[in-house]
């Protein structure tokens, strides 16, 4: 069912975009969005502005709100101006208490047939095992039980050390939480979808609740106006808790194809699970993992002097590339595989010099009788695994050098062979003898 209002001559179809009966720019929704951006730059409250807001907007889609955003960004509007919107959202879930806020807001948006069909996507997702929407779905459940708890017990008048412990809790699930939105959600939906606006804004939200965290969390209850604070820190979480919900994650699930989401999947380990500490597994991810790891075409442009990109971790370099990397990095590098045969040496001037001729022969051949013996223990001990890596630090032409073994192994722990890395470590030696904490560090 359709409700319509009329604003300076202009019809608007709650729930379904709107409709002008006379080209009235004034009259339109991004219009009345800048307006109300502009009141508050010029310092006017929020609650006269909220006043409006709610006049013009009750019912909307929430997800319309997310692209007039994204409009006045195109358009020029500061980013952090456009932030502002996200504290008269809150207009839209308006109530006594927040079950309320929600059960509105959920009516309000009964009426958009893309967002029904963005809900029912992201719910067929969130019931996948393993899935990123799952994850995403069940860090927000665990975020809004903490933001009850901290609420309860300042309500109660919980000990300053029981509530300082939960806000510590809180920030550690909401850092862990926000650095997967801002790596692996936000920069997707904006480069490869052409989708700014959730980007843009929601980001600069979540690092004000970061900032904002933090300083209740270290402070204490010693900081001016911190209940106040606190609470207005909570409320704040908790909308960002449903706009993930209702915009960000059903935005996601319309769009993304099901390859993002498995490429994403094989980024999470990396990231803290605050649910139960591990990831579960996506089985259809699983069975594509080798094929999506080692096929990057998405991510391979033009290439680059005739020559094709070799897949490498996550990424690729061609030949060139990777050699030219190899040979700018400080270090004199050296490889000896499995076998210990000498492969590789990095191009450059050299403290230990190796002559192009001894690539192809037996690493103990390169070093004389005496330090022969010492090289075989060093590469046996990296081999067996009852090492992974050996220091030798000494003094060549007057300067301190460390000369370091590793053990270069496979996924599945194999022995690959022996990466040597020698690094002159006067520049770390100059360093911190020319500043006082350096002395400092030194004499302690």
Sequence with gaps: ME???????????????????????????????????????????????????????????????????????????????????????SALFHGATQEERIANAEKAVQASAVKKEREIAMGQLS?????????????????????????????????????????????????????????????LLKTKYDISGPADVMWGVDDEIRDELKDLAEAGTTLPQYMDRLEKLLTRAGEMVYKERNILLPICAQFFAEEDWMRMYYELPAYDDAVSGEHPVWNAAEEKRGELKNNRTDRTNAVSGGESPIPLGSGHMTASQAEA?????????????????????????????????????????????????????????????????????????????????????????????????VQKMGFAEDHFEGSAAGKANRKA
């Design 325 to 421: 990397v190899l040979n700018t990095i400080p270090m004199e590098l050296s490889f000896i595989d499995d076998k210990d045969i000498n492969c590789y040496f990095n191009a450059g001037k050299k403290l230990f010099r190796r002559p192009d001729t001894a690539i192809g022969r037996e690493v103990y051949s390169c070093h004389p009788p005496r330090f022969a013996a010492m090289a075989r223990q060093i590469i046996d001990d990296l081999r067996s695994g009852a090492k992974d890596s050996v220091d030798v630090w000494m003094y060549k032409g007057g300067e301190p050098v460390l000369v370091r073994y590793m053990a270069v192994r496979s996924k599945n722990g194999g022995f690959v062979g022996t990466l040597e890395c």
């Design 3 to 89: 409700n319509t209002m009329r604003l300076n001559n202009s019809v608007f179809t709650v729930g379904s975009g709107y409709q002008e009966t006379a080209k009235v720019e004034p009259g339109s929704r991004a219009a009345l969005l800048k307006d109300y951006v502009s009141r508050l730059s010029h310092g006017e409250s929020l609650a006269s502005v909220r006043k409006d807001f709610v006049a013009h907007f009750q019912s909307v889609d929430a997800a319309e709100i997310a692209k007039a955003e994204q409009d006045l960004i195109r358009g020029g509007t500061p980013v952090r101006d456009v932030q502002k919107l996200c504290d008269i959202h």
């Design 127 to 187: 019931r996948i095992q393993g899935h990123p929407v799952s994850l995403f779905s069940a860090e927000n459940n665990v975020i809004t039980g903490r933001l009850h708890e901290i609420r309860a017990g300042a309500a109660s008048g919980a000990g300053e050390e029981s509530l300082q412990e939960k806000l510590q809790g809180l920030r550690a699930l909401l850092l862990a939480h926000y650095a997967k939105k801002g790596d692996l959600l936000y920069p």
